[in-house]
């Protein structure tokens, strides 16, 4: 149900503040605000671990805006009525402007800044991943399931959750979010069955329940419970070093040994200093287990037995995990990640510099290119004119300025008109934004 049939929902109210006194604003007789969105600079993340820098910029969730929100007759008399008396009281004026409203696309618009941050940073960790499988494997064999959401229980909404999950799995295929799934089939389908797949998993609660002093058969009963299929068991309630090397590594060691390939053990700890405890976990794991070397000279636990951290984990402890594994010779392979809270929730618009500006506006007739130069700020220059965006010989984007683009030796526009008069003109399949963010390594190892 998108927002036209949506009787709660009003979307003259959906705005900030300010923007319902903007039309008084502007020169008389403006008759057309023409506006852009961009992420405006590389942003560079200051972390005491390391500096990440995004240099590419993954666009997605404007298509759920479209039909949820704007679609079909948002505006009723009803509505606006409603908008009248709310601002009249909200700035004790009557500043509501019945004939014209369409500065409520801005912020609605601009919320968009989440999906593509959730995107680009889950991305950015999907680079790294990618690299260091391929040093250290040779190939990249399962790499969209390194990464794997836990974020639901740390996002601040329903709605974020779905939103958030959905921009993750343009990347990954791991997912303990549900609402992505629903999220990605009802807003932009996808030939498979469903965007996301998990796998059973324990949590503290199914270890603890029976006690300190039967973890043993906890382990037992979980791993006897899901045979057949991958199965992830939290290991640290109590002692993650004596649970590896005792109980998995010893008493329940013949239970792992009769597992399938297809059906590993996944040992999961969740504490302590994320790179230290994964390194220590793989040393007793490769002591208990018989490991391989593969063939680009790291070691491998047998396909029965990997890890999974899930605890600690965002774009930069992962960087330090997979690093701290390579130094010590271990695959990439042995290992996926959970992210939660780093994954959907601790990101901001500025994280990226999401903005929305006006480049161009007609006033009496005359069509006026119009910019910010902030002189304390260089960085938050806007873009001047009417805009259009292309590819270079080198198959990067630009974006050029001034109505330059009308110039036939600039080649296409790539900009499409996706939404006009209440109507989403244009669509993307899930599958095809998947495969517009595909990583270049992706496509170098992909088979021919």
């Known amino acids: 149900m998108n927002a036209a049939a949506d009787a709660e929902f009003n979307i003259l109210l959906a705005t900030d503040s300010y923007k319902v006194t903007h039309y008084k604003q502007y020169p008389p007789n403006t008759s057309k605000v023409y506006s852009y969105f961009e992420c405006r600079e590389k942003k560079t993340e200051n972390s005491k671990i390391k500096k990440v820098k995004y240099e590419e910029t993954v666009f997605y969730g404007l298509q759920y805006i479209l039909n949820k929100y704007l679609k079909g007759k948002v505006v009723t008399k009803e509505k606006i009525q409603e908008a009248k008396e709310v601002y009249r009281e909200h700035f004790q004026d009557d500043v509501f402007n019945e004939k014209g409203w369409n500065y409520i696309l801005e912020t609605i618009l601009v919320q968009s800044w989440y999906p593509i941050t959730v995107a680009t940073n889950s991305r950015e960790q999907k680079k790294i991943l990618a690299k260091y499988l391929l040093e250290t494997s040779g190939n990249l064999d399962g790499l969209e399931y390194k990464l794997h959401d836990f974020g639901y229980r740390g996002v601040s909404s329903q709605e974020t959750a779905g939103i958030g999950a959905s921009a993750h799995l343009v990347n990954f295929k791991g997912t303990d979010t549900v609402a992505g799934i ?267």
């Open 182 to 448: 629903a999220f990605v089939k009802k807003y932009y389908g996808t030939k498979d069955p469903v965007p996301g797949y998990s796998v059973p998993a324990a949590e503290h609660s199914t270890i603890t329940a029976w006690g300190k002093d039967r973890e043993k058969d906890a382990f037992e009963h979980i791993v006897t419970q899901f045979s057949s299929v991958p199965v992830s068991v939290v290991s640290d309630s109590y002692d993650i070093y004596n649970a590896c090397e005792k109980i998995w590594g010893e008493d329940l060691r013949h239970l792992i040994l009769s597992r399938s390939t297809e059906a590993p053990l996944i040992i999961r700890p969740d504490s302590g200093n994320p790179l230290d405890t994964v390194l220590k976990v793989l040393d007793i794991l490769g002591k208990k287990f018989p490991i391989t070397e593969n063939s680009k000279g790291y070691k491998l636990l047998p396909p029965y037995l990997r890890i999974i951290q899930g605890d600690g984990v965002d774009i930069n402890t992962l960087q330090e995990i997979v690093e701290g594994m390579k130094q010590k010779k271990w695959s990439i392979e042995n290992i996926a990640f959970g992210s939660g809270g780093a994954l959907l929730q601790k990101l901001t618009r500025d994280l990226l510099n999401c903005s929305f500006k006006c480049s161009y506006v007609v006033t009496n007739g005359l069509g006026i290119n119009v910019f910010k130069d902030p002189v304390a700020d260089p960085n938050k220059r806007s873009k001047k004119g009417r805009l259009s965006l292309h590819r270079t010989p080198a198959g990067n984007f630009v974006t050029l300025e001034e109505g330059k683009g009308d110039l036939e030796e600039y080649g296409q526009d790539l900009l499409h008109t996706v939404f006009k008069n209440g109507k989403v003109t244009k669509s993307y399949s899930f599958d095809e934004i998947r495969k517009n963010a595909e990583l270049n390594i992706e496509l170098e190892v992909a088979p021919h």
